[in-house]
């Protein structure tokens, strides 16, 4: 594989590599700086540095997972084993859907589109919901509501946000 079909190969999987960085890792500006870390790694890399028969796509997420494994250790977690497992379980979901690539960007567009017709209360709500630290409690009193009516709010939203997708996927795959 050349050096451009290796830069190919990672731009067009680069959102569900991003995807699979931001799972391993919850804090959306640790997993940007890790993910970044990993492009520069991963676009300089020499492609003759890919084992014969080894899937590029695989490679990228091992040298994410390298990356994912220095990042807990500077952070001092001590369950290391834990996480581990836990990237296990992430790569082996990740691993089927490698060939769905045009599918896991459809959806991405499809979601990004259904956020936009979302009413900016939802909007917000789940922006607060979703955010990197969530505090949950000053958004139930912002709310007025319990946790369990924030839930169901949430619950809805995110019900509305599937239907949308599911239509527009629908609509896509019918257009061709």
């Not at 599918?103 to 919901?129: F, H, M, V």
Request: some cysteine; overall charge neutral.
């Amino acid at each position: 594989m050349s050096n451009d079909e290796l830069v190919r190969k990672f731009l067009e999987y680069q959102p569900m590599l991003r995807g699979f960085t931001r799972y391993l890792i919850h804090d959306a500006h640790d997993a940007d700086d890790l993910f970044q870390e990993a492009a520069m790694v991963i676009l300089k890399g020499d492609p003759l540095n890919i084992p014969d028969g080894v899937d590029p796509v695989k490679w990228f997420r091992g040298i994410i997972r390298n990356l994912v494994r220095h990042h807990w250790h500077m952070k001092g977690r001590e369950k290391v084993a834990y996480v581990e497992d836990f990237c296990d379980l992430v790569e082996a979901a990740y691993e089927g859907e490698d060939q769905n690539v045009a599918l896991w960007n459809d959806r991405r567009l499809a979601l990004q589109g259904c956020l936009e017709t979302l009413p900016p209360r939802s909007r917000s709500i789940l922006s607060k919901y979703y955010a990197p630290s969530p505090r949950i409690e000053e958004l139930t009193r912002q709310l007025r509501c319990t946790l369990g009516a924030l839930r169901v709010r949430i619950l809805r939203i995110r019900g509305s946000l599937m239907a949308c997708m599911a239509q527009r996927m629908s609509e896509e795959a019918a257009n061709g």
